[in-house]
């Protein structure tokens, strides 16, 4: 099952997320990972959001463990289970 990692960096912290998205390439370049997302909280102004896409639990577990130990607290990442949802394809929609 694929697995989601969510990151928030505190504000003035753009060193942590430099160091964030460039671990996220390197696995990215692999196949072992896929940025979903980077989004500025608006609820706490500053605050950065990074999504992480995983092909399992344990990869992203490993991705977690790692970035807690860079800097990040444990309130500050969650793992998330990707479920898995039907979308209609727009093109049958339109041409069925």
Do not use: H, Y
């Not at 697995?3 to 960096?9: Q, R």
């Not at 969650?78 to 979308?87: C, F, K, M, N």
Request: with cysteine; charged share 25%; proline share 6%.
């Amino acid at each position: 099952m694929e697995a989601l990692v969510l990151c928030e960096i505190a504000a003035g912290r753009d060193d942590l997320r430099d160091a964030l998205l460039a671990r996220v390439g390197r696995l990215g370049l692999n196949g072992r990972a896929k940025l979903s997302f980077v989004a500025r909280d608006r609820s706490a102004p500053g605050n950065t959001l990074v999504a992480v896409g995983f092909p399992d639990a344990a990869s992203a577990e490993r991705f977690a463990a790692e970035a807690v130990g860079d800097g990040l607290a444990r309130a500050q990442v969650r793992l998330l289970a990707v479920e898995p949802t039907w979308q209609a394809e727009p093109l049958p929609l339109m041409f069925p």
